[in-house]
């Protein structure tokens, strides 16, 4: 791994490589890891829960899954939740694999096949619009941008969460084979700040292997937003 700077367009394109090739299974959207999947739906799960019941989203009607993959998250977090949840990815063959994984499901709206680096969510749709291990894939500028997007997507009221590996270094740290950054959390809050959020609920996820990067949840709300409230579930 290395923090030298790299060129957005190239690191796009092979990361996009990178995902093309991995297994259309849980192992694969995990990175081999295949075991982390039950403390990592389990904490966050926890965490929605948490939200919705201080009224940091309105309902339980519309959520976006952002990096999607074949569905993992949204089959086993979201849709047990929302009504109807949105998927958003990079690569085609993954969201075609989503079908199979995830089945005929009413609950399952719109499949977006676009990179985050210029994927604009539909305007005023959203609850809950869940980031998980895919921002690492972005620059700077590039991230910032997105997250302005994703203010766009919200409903009145709702949430963004961001899920990712965060460094204990000094420095971000990049990885070679997936292409993807390591942030360290005062890069993140700086990225927060640049697009007018404010993190408005953090936790640490638990259960992982002590040897892999700590992995964080950040709630997020356009600053001075007025949260609404909750209705009954």
């Not at 700077?5 to 190239?10: C, L, M, P, S, V």
Request: net charge negative; with cysteine; proline share 4%.
């Amino acid at each position: 791994m290395t923090s030298r700077i790299h060129d957005g367009n190239d690191v796009y394109e092979k990361a996009e490589e990178y995902w093309s090739r991995a297994s259309q299974d849980v192992n694969g959207m995990l990175g081999g890891f295949e075991k982390l999947h039950t403390p990592d739906i389990t904490i966050s799960k926890r965490f929605i829960q948490s939200l919705k019941k201080k009224n940091l989203f309105a309902s339980y009607d519309y959520a976006l899954d952002c990096g999607a993959g074949i569905g993992r998250v949204t089959k086993h977090l979201l849709m047990p939740l929302f009504k109807k949840v949105d998927m958003e990815d990079l690569v085609e063959e993954l969201i075609v694999s989503s079908d199979q994984y995830i089945g005929a499901d009413p609950r399952i709206g719109e499949k977006f096949i676009e990179g985050i680096q210029t994927f604009a969510p539909p305007e005023g749709r959203y609850d809950l619009i869940w980031i998980q291990w895919v921002s690492g894939h972005l620059v700077d500028e590039d991230l910032v941008a997105f997250f302005k997007r994703c203010v766009k997507g919200l409903k009145p009221g709702g949430c963004i969460v961001l899920k990712d590996n965060v460094t204990n270094n000094e420095k971000r740290l990049f990885d070679t084979e997936d292409h993807s950054w390591t942030r360290t959390e005062p890069e993140l809050m700086e990225a927060f700040a640049g697009a007018q959020l404010e993190m408005v609920q953090k936790t640490i996820q638990t259960g992982f292997p002590k040897e892999i990067f700590p992995v964080k949840i950040f709630a997020l709300k356009p600053i001075g937003q007025q949260t609404t409230s909750a209705e009954d579930d």
